[in-house]
């Protein structure tokens, strides 16, 4: 199957699994999950636009004003295995000023803040150049994100709710320090 991209969707959402946060919260979004056939078998009616693994992603370079991932499991920054090619391929779709935005609960080892951070700059030494600001901050979910489900891997309601929330602003411009 090709994927027939539609420019106007200028945000990306990661591991999206049966929930539909980035087209309810940042509209215009690709919902995206690497698992396929179970997936179908978790949540019948997924929003799933296409089903790919988060560090191989089918869209060309500088394609998204944002990257959006939401409670990552199985994936993400627990080592940097994972989270080096990871950090590397949002940083190839994102536009050249762009922001991803990560929610997490606290206890989730697949996102905490100290890998993130080292993430960040492990994967922007290989890639010179750019250079990028980092905010995390506590958020209540029932009142930012009211009315949406938060669930695990296996659909189950996640109680309490993700509260924490890391947003990265990636700028690639080359500065003339940076050349
Ligand atoms: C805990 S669920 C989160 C679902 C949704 N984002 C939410 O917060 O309700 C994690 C999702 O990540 C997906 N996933 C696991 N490994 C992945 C990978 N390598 N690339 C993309 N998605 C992956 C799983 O299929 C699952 O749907």
Known sequence: MTLKDDKSFTNLELGAGCGNFGTQFHPKCYLTDGCDNKLQDRCKNNSIHWFCKANELPWGSDRFNSVIICNPYLYGFKDYD?????????????KKQGTIIIIGTKNNK?????????????????????????????????TEYAGYEFKTIGNAIISPPPSKRYIIKINKIQTESAT
Not at 82 to 94: D, G, K, N
Not at 131 to 142: D, I, K, L, P
């Open 110 to 142: 697949f996102c905490p803040e100290t890998r993130i951070v080292k993430t960040a700059n492990k994967a922007l030494e290989t890639l010179n150049s750019f250079t990028y600001e980092f905010a995390s901050e506590e958020f209540v979910a029932g």
């Open 82 to 94: 994972h989270s080096v090619p990871l950090f590397t391929e949002i940083l190839r779709v994102l």
